[in-house]
């Protein structure tokens, strides 16, 4: 089966700092990776998804295959990142059926 | 073009009833998705629906079901609702890129 993990339930840095949220996937065949965020009474949105290989937001995500990781990053994080970031995992392109981490709270402080 | 929507959008009912939640996908979109949303488990897939027929399922007790309709509006029940089940209720449409996730329903089983 696959699993998602995201070892961090809370990242906490200040404004201007570089982020990064960690992302590890387990998962025999080749998954499709995304990462989801929440804002503050916000509906869950689609940030980024690694087919696509954009920055959005600033934010970057690289698949590593060979760690089986896809961690977010921004060089520069702004208090308008302050969101919970989910990693998630489709098994096809389909993505029908997604596999979240658990999540990771982003605050950023000014 | 307008966002999934879910009705009720909160809900409080008492252990031993049944409550049915309803999800209306975005515009031509044929694929539904449900997931529960709890803070110890995080997002959990209960089931898919393409085209009227279960297409994926979770590893959800029975007491969970679901349907889709003709014209793609979908609803899910929970019969003899226990405290646990107390939780974030998302429904997703899909499209060419990714989910779109509904703003949710809320139970709560007293």
């Known amino acids: 089966a696959q699993r998602v993990t995201q070892p961090e339930k809370l990242l906490s840095v200040f404004k201007g700092a570089p982020v990064e949220l960690k992302c590890n996937y387990s998962y025999s065949g080749s998954p499709e990776l995304f990462w989801y965020v929440q804002y503050s009474r916000q509906r869950l949105q689609l940030l980024l998804r690694h087919i696509s290989r954009e920055s959005i937001k600033g934010f970057t995500a690289d698949l590593n295959k060979g760690e089986t990781s896809f961690h977010l990053k921004k060089p520069f994080a702004q208090e308008e990142d302050s969101a919970m970031y989910y990693c998630a995992l489709s098994k096809d392109s389909g993505y029908s059926t997604l596999t979240f981490g658990k999540g990771t709270m982003l605050l950023v402080s000014p | 073009k307008a966002g999934v929507t879910q009705t009720p959008r909160y809900l409080i009912k008492t252990r031993g009833q049944q409550v049915t939640l309803s999800c209306s996908p975005i515009?031509?979109?044929?694929?539904v998705s449900w997931y529960q949303q709890t803070p110890g488990q995080g997002l959990q897939f209960l089931f898919e629906?393409?085209?009227?027929?279960?297409?994926n399922k979770g590893n959800f007790p029975g007491r969970f079901s679901g349907r889709q309709f003709s014209n793609s509006r979908s609803e899910m029940n929970v019969s003899t609702l226990e405290l646990g089940d107390s939780a974030l209720y998302l429904c997703a449409s899909r499209g060419s890129d990714t989910q779109y996730f509904g703003p949710g329903t809320r139970l709560t089983v007293l």
């Open positions: 629906y393409f085209s009227e027929t279960q297409r």
């Open positions: 515009s031509g979109h044929r694929s």
